[in-house]
């Protein structure tokens, strides 16, 4: 069963910095895109980041400039480097994954959330 494990997220004083990881697991074959989305607290889910197998990144309008997405294929992979960090990006951040298994053609995938908190 296709599991996505998130990790890195935590408490940070606004301008400070996390990277946030997630890593694809059982079964895995390929893994086209990667994203991360966010979920601030009572407002919807939406994309922060994603990017292609080859390595294009495509960044929300709020991420440009001070979040970096980067992938591994090799270990099937993604990360998100987050720097000036606001009190805005409070939010649940959840990584999101096209993958292809040895038994099933490509669906898409959660992972569970990390909690990410920008406070002084």
């Known amino acids: 069963q296709v599991q996505l494990v998130e990790s890195g997220g935590g408490l940070v004083q606004p301008g400070g910095s996390l990277r946030l990881s997630c890593a694809a697991s059982g079964g895995v074959r390929d893994v086209a895109t990667m994203a991360w989305y966010r979920q601030p607290p009572g407002k919807q889910r939406e994309l922060v980041a994603g990017?292609?197998?080859?390595?294009?990144?495509v960044y929300a309008d709020s991420a440009k400039g001070r979040f970096t997405i980067s992938r591994d294929n090799a270990k099937n992979a993604v990360y998100l480097q987050m720097n000036s960090l606001k009190p805005e990006d409070t939010a649940v951040y959840y990584c999101?994954?096209?993958?292809?298994?040895?038994?099933?053609?490509?669906?898409?995938?959660w992972g569970q959330g990390t909690q990410v908190t920008v406070s002084s």
């Open positions: 990017i292609l197998k080859t390595g294009r990144p």
């Open positions: 999101n994954a096209d993958i292809a298994t040895q038994f099933q053609e490509q669906s898409n995938y």
